[in-house]
């Protein structure tokens, strides 16, 4: 069974029908992702930490949004220089990023 410390979700803006359609992937969450799977690879934490893209939470204005379990932690605006700092700041060290709280 596979049970991480923490998921992160990141929004890329699908709905349910498959079509893209918001802020969310226009601002770059593809990105996003790419420099959460290296930092995940960096760190050697793939057996920690799991990541997801999703669908929009439907708080498009506010996106790109990374949303992190088991806390429920929403941030959002996020950008690549963030990754780093969530990384490092929320999933290393257990302290969510209140700048990014949203
Ligand atoms: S597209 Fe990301 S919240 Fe809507």
Do not use: A
């Amino acid at each position: 069974m596979v049970s991480p410390n923490y998921h992160i979700f990141v929004c890329t803006s699908c709905r349910l029908n498959g079509t893209k359609k918001g802020f969310c992937d226009s601002k770059g969450s593809t990105q996003l992702i790419e420099r959460f799977m290296e930092e995940i690879e960096d760190r050697d934490l793939s057996g920690e930490v799991m990541l997801t893209n999703t669908g929009c939470f439907g708080i498009c204005d506010k996106g790109p949004i990374v949303v992190v379990y088991p806390e429920g932690t929403w941030y959002g605006n996020v950008t690549e220089d963030d990754v780093e700092t969530i990384m490092e700041q929320h999933i290393v060290g257990g302290e969510k990023v209140t700048e990014l709280l949203i």
